[in-house]
């Protein structure tokens, strides 16, 4: 177990912004990850966990916090079920399924996060979500002890799942896929990725800002992008900070940014959509910041 205090935020989020977290650890197996939990309870500290950070903003978390990132990556394959470890990369395991003919996972081969935070959050795209494969899901309690939910244990909705609102922490995940045509995979694979390079941006950010909303009375989600784009929303920036030309739902960090510059666009976009279209857009990126700065930004 190795405490880093003080620890710069830049390269722990796709947004590639800069700021200091009070207390950071990496976490390379199951001990380490005990030890540092005991730690934590020790020193009176809350426990935030990260994937890959790409879909997480770090600002000004308070220092009684303590950032975890777990590095076991393992992936094990037999017949068509997958168990893979949090730490391990969706496009890794989505391309391993591939090659093993396993379809299921097609729709991550481009997405740059973690099995552990995927299932956190049910990711998805291309109308389909990891909660689809899921099987079983190994957790371990902010205690050290170990637990495993069956699907069924896990309630779930758009880009959400009742984990984020336990003191449970994802060790690995059994995904069930289907035999399929390992061409027709690849091709299929293939042809989301031809999508994305047409239609979302390259650069440092965090994906998607905020969930689709549904629409009661149309009974259908609208797109977040969409609402943004009519609001004329594309190029809005603030200091080096600006919302993609090529997908509005994008926010884009195009030098060196602070995180709260990233939350004052955040703020500025979700404002002048509630006040043109009546519709309170929710952020689907986590925000990692003090209590008292979302509140400033109305985004607690």
């Known amino acids: 177990m190795n405490i880093k205090f003080n620890y710069k935020s830049n390269k722990l989020s796709t947004m590639r912004t800069m700021n200091m977290i009070h207390n950071y650890c990496d976490v390379n197996n199951i001990e380490d990850l005990k030890n540092v939990l005991k730690y934590a309870k020790e020193n009176r500290l809350k426990i935030l966990i990260l994937g890959n950070g790409s879909n997480t903003l770090i600002g000004d978390l308070p220092d009684n916090i303590l950032v975890i990132k777990i590095n076991m990556k393992n992936v094990e394959i037999?017949?068509?079920?997958?168990?893979?470890?949090?730490?391990?990369?969706?496009?890794?395991?989505?391309?391993?399924?591939?090659?093993?003919?396993?379809?299921?996972?097609?729709?991550?081969?481009?997405i740059p996060g973690s099995i552990g935070g995927?299932?956190?959050m049910n990711a998805g795209a291309f109308r389909s979500e990891i909660i689809d494969v899921i099987e079983t899901v190994t957790v371990?309690?902010?205690?050290?002890?170990?637990?495993?939910?069956?699907?069924?244990?896990?309630?779930?909705?758009?880009?959400?799942?009742?984990?984020?609102?336990?003191?449970?922490?994802?060790?690995?995940?059994?995904?069930?896929?289907?035999?399929?045509?390992?061409?027709?995979?690849?091709?299929?694979?293939?042809?989301?990725?031809e999508y994305r390079l047409k239609t979302q941006p390259k650069g440092c950010t965090l994906g998607s800002t905020f969930k689709g909303h549904y629409d009661e009375v149309q009974d259908k989600?609208?797109?977040?992008?969409?609402?943004?784009?009519?609001?004329?929303?594309?190029?809005?920036?603030?200091?080096?900070?600006?919302?993609?030309?090529?997908?509005?739902?994008?926010?884009?960090?195009n030098g060196e940014s602070d995180p709260e510059d990233v939350l004052k666009l955040v703020s500025k976009v979700r404002n002048t959509v509630f006040e043109?279209?009546?519709?309170?857009?929710?952020?689907?990126?986590?925000?990692?910041?003090?209590?008292?700065?979302?509140?400033?930004?109305?985004?607690?």
């Open 78 to 110: 037999k017949d068509n079920i997958i168990t893979a470890e949090c730490g391990a990369m969706l496009p890794y395991v989505s391309n391993l399924c591939a090659n093993n003919s396993l379809s299921g996972l097609e729709w991550a081969a481009q």
């Open 118 to 120: 995927a299932v956190i």
């Open 140 to 193: 371990m309690d902010y205690n050290g002890v170990i637990h495993e939910l069956n699907k069924s244990d896990i309630e779930h909705g758009n880009r959400w799942t009742n984990l984020q609102e336990k003191e449970l922490i994802v060790i690995n995940t059994k995904l069930k896929l289907k035999h399929d045509d390992k061409d027709e995979i690849k091709k299929r694979i293939h042809s989301y990725m």
């Open 221 to 253: 989600k609208i797109a977040a992008g969409l609402l943004i784009d009519q609001c004329n929303l594309k190029g809005l920036s603030y200091n080096n900070v600006v919302v993609s030309d090529k997908h509005a739902n994008f926010i884009m960090n």
């Open 276 to 300: 043109e279209t009546g519709i309170k857009l929710e952020p689907e990126i986590r925000l990692w910041f003090s209590k008292e700065t979302l509140e400033k930004y109305d985004l607690l």
